[in-house]
């Protein structure tokens, strides 16, 4: 069992940038593939982006790709997702994941494994 805690969320202006951590406890942790999520007030839960268990791999959402960078540190236990020219559309709580499998960016169902989110809001 994967626990996984999310920090960085905040207030930012348009234009802005962020960067959120998530650290991972009780498991193996470079053997997750790890993920970030969103969920946007009245919308549902969508994939923003996506990294392999040793970070060679990574795959984002058409909305913020070239915008944000997912990254992981394995020897530290922690995915990041780096957030730059923030939009408004991109207000939302932002959940870590993790999963066994790799799939890129096909998580119609999510992961397996889920934070409990934090908070972004942007700001005009």
């Given at each position: ?16 940038s ?33 990294i ?10 058409n ?16 995915v ?9 559309e ?35």
């Amino acid at each position: 069992q994967v626990q996984l805690v999310e920090s960085g969320g905040g207030l930012v202006q348009a234009g802005g940038s962020l960067r959120l951590s998530c650290v991972a406890s009780g498991g193996t942790f470079s053997s997750y593939a790890m993920g970030w999520f969103r969920q946007a007030p009245g919308k549902e839960r969508e994939f923003v982006a996506a990294i392999s268990w040793g970070g060679g791999s990574t795959n984002y959402a058409n909305s913020v790709k070239g915008r944000f960078t997912i990254s992981r540190d394995n020897a530290k236990n922690m995915v990041y997702l780096q957030m730059d020219s923030l939009k408004l559309e991109d207000t939302a709580v932002y959940y870590c994941a993790a999963d066994q499998v790799y799939r890129g960016r096909d998580y119609p169902r999510g992961m397996d494994y889920w934070g409990k989110g934090t908070l972004v809001t942007v700001s005009s």
